[in-house]
């Protein structure tokens, strides 16, 4: 027992599972989101069969949906892109399952190999590239589920960039 605390517990700690929150059957904060996104790339048998791969676009197959949120499966062979856009009013949680990716923003470039996982709130602005000489394959959440993804231009996106980087006069 810790001496130096104010609390003290008598009795057996299990007893008290009255006081203990239930497991929720959806996330709802983003360290959920994540690891429901970890979960589901642990286990290859939710979707590995499922992925194909498409030599005109990229494919995606939407995995599972709970309340307010979807989980998407995307495959990527070399040279597809996502094009620059945001993803409207929903946050979301990209994880790389197979391959590897890259992430272009207005601060650089980012390479995020199998396991990596980004997360982003509403309006972040970015282009999904598989740059790449092998297939990669990537689990999308969203919350709320997606609705609107705006596509942007290079140049205004460049423009913008420049704006919240100029100095005040």
């Given at each position: 027992m810790n001496s130096n605390s104010d609390i003290q517990i008598a009795g057996d700690i299990l007893e008290v599972l009255h006081l203990l929150q239930p497991a929720r059957e959806h996330p709802a904060t983003v360290?959920?989101?994540v690891g429901l996104a970890r979960s589901v790339a642990a286990d290859r048998s939710q979707w590995a069969h499922l992925v194909q791969y498409d030599a005109v676009s990229r494919w995606y197959h939407r995995l599972?949906?709970?309340?307010?949120?979807?989980?998407?499966?995307?495959?990527?062979v070399p040279g597809q892109r996502s094009?620059?856009?945001?993803?409207g009013a929903s946050s979301g949680v990209l994880?790389?399952?197979e391959g590897e990716l890259s992430e272009r923003t207005e601060r650089g470039t980012r390479a995020l190999g199998a396991?990596?996982?980004r997360v982003f709130a509403p309006g972040h602005v970015h282009e999904v590239v598989n740059d790449s000489l092998e297939p990669a394959v990537s689990l999308h959440?969203?919350?709320?589920?997606?609705?609107?993804?705006?596509?942007?231009?290079?140049?205004?996106?460049?423009s913008t960039a420049a704006a919240q980087n100029a100095v005040p006069a």
């Open positions: 360290a959920e989101f599972r949906t709970g309340p307010g949120y979807e989980v998407w499966l995307l495959s990527w094009g620059l856009h945001d993803h994880t790389v399952l396991g990596a996982q959440i969203y919350y709320p589920g997606l609705t609107d993804m705006p596509m942007h231009s290079s140049q205004s996106a460049l």
